[in-house]
């Protein structure tokens, strides 16, 4: 069982599975927004990307909190993400596009910016030294990027329990670290060194912390329904076969 996700994942099977899962999915990771938008410093009118913007939730938000004259543009390799973002947008005011882009590659589609931010969006590149100095050149001198991205795995329970229980039903191979997913930037000395190879300088880290709660605080059967549906390793578990 192949627990990696790649871009070309997002862009089909789970970018879809992340659209009827969304709300439970930005409630559990709501709380994460506020120090994204502080890190961006949105002190003017700015031209802002969303990288890997989902369902927009992010991009709407940073929109809510940017000063008056900004653009915010939502960029997201899945079709399905950015459909649904742009029907949320249309009743949201502001300056807001969504655009179907692979960051990794794609022109930029409104650059340049003055501000990158992506909420768990840069985790998934097929080649992360090739994105991110693509990511680079979308930026003006000058510019400021924010992105957060999770931590060690000892660090976020309300993953790896699933998977620890997971674990006692299916064959769950130990996760690679290198490997596109949630933890691949859990050492911050991986990102930072491709941040620099890709000339971003001056790099800061603000550590965060707090409980996420599955689904945003779900009772205990419904946030296990949740968990079965939205996490990749709830597939295996559908379709296991019993032993004999
Ligand atoms: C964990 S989700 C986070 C979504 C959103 N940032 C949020 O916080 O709600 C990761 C997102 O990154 C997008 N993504 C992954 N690889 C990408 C790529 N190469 N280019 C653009 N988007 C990508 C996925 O389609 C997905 O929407």
Same mark, same amino acid.
């Given at each position: 069982?192949?627990?990696?996700?790649?871009?070309?994942?997002?862009?089909?099977?789970?970018?879809?599975?992340?659209?009827?899962?969304?709300?439970?999915?930005?409630?559990?990771?709501?709380?994460?927004?506020?120090?994204?938008?502080?890190?961006?410093?949105?002190?003017?009118?700015?031209?802002?990307?969303?990288?890997?913007?989902?369902?927009?939730?992010?991009?709407?938000?940073?929109?809510?909190?940017?000063?008056?004259?900004?653009?915010?543009?939502? &960029?997201?390799?899945? @079709?399905?993400?950015?459909?649904? #973002?742009? =029907?949320?947008?249309?009743? !949201? %005011?502001?300056?807001?596009? /969504?655009?179907?882009?692979?960051?990794?590659?794609?022109?930029?589609?409104?650059?340049?910016?003055?501000?990158?931010?992506?909420?768990?969006?840069?985790?998934?590149?097929?080649?992360?030294?090739?994105?991110?100095?693509?990511?680079?050149?979308?930026?003006?001198?000058?510019?400021?990027?924010?992105?957060?991205?999770?931590?060690?795995?000892?660090?976020?329970?309300?993953?790896?329990?699933?998977?620890?229980?997971?674990?006692? &039903?299916?064959?769950? @191979?130990?996760?690679?670290?290198? #490997?596109? =997913?949630?933890?691949?930037? !859990? %050492?911050?000395?991986?990102? /930072?060194?491709?941040?620099?190879?890709?000339?971003?300088?001056?790099?800061?880290?603000?550590?965060?912390?707090?409980?996420?709660?599955?689904?945003?605080?779900?009772?205990?059967?419904?946030?296990?329904?949740?968990?079965?549906?939205?996490?990749?390793?709830?597939?295996?578990?559908?379709?296991?076969?019993?032993?004999?």
């Amino acid at each position: 069982m192949n627990q990696t996700i790649s871009a070309s994942d997002w862009a089909s099977e789970r970018g879809k599975k992340w659209r009827d899962q969304l709300p439970g999915m930005e409630a559990m990771i709501q709380p994460v927004t506020a120090p994204l938008i502080e890190a961006l410093a949105l002190d003017g009118p700015l031209r802002i990307a969303d990288i890997g913007c989902g369902g927009g939730g992010p991009t709407l938000a940073i929109s809510r909190h940017a000063p008056a004259g900004s653009a915010v543009h939502g &960029i997201d390799i899945s @079709p399905d993400l950015i459909e649904l #973002a742009r =029907g949320r947008a249309d009743t !949201a %005011g502001g300056d807001i596009a /969504f655009h179907i882009a692979n960051a990794e590659s794609a022109p930029p589609p409104g650059a340049p910016y003055d501000r990158l931010a992506s909420r768990f969006g840069i985790m998934f590149f097929d080649n992360p030294p090739a994105a991110f100095s693509n990511l680079k050149s979308w930026l003006v001198p000058g510019g400021r990027i924010a992105f957060a991205v999770w931590g060690p795995p000892v660090n976020n329970p309300w993953m790896t329990s699933f998977r620890d229980v997971a674990s006692q &039903i299916v064959d769950v @191979p130990p996760p690679d670290p290198d #490997a596109p =997913g949630p933890f691949r930037y !859990a %050492g911050e000395e991986t990102l /930072f060194g491709l941040l620099e190879a890709a000339g971003f300088d001056d790099l800061d880290i603000q550590p965060w912390r707090d409980r996420i709660p599955l689904a945003g605080g779900l009772p205990a059967v419904e946030a296990a329904d949740f968990a079965l549906k939205a996490f990749s390793l709830g597939d295996a578990l559908a379709t296991r076969t019993k032993p004999p």
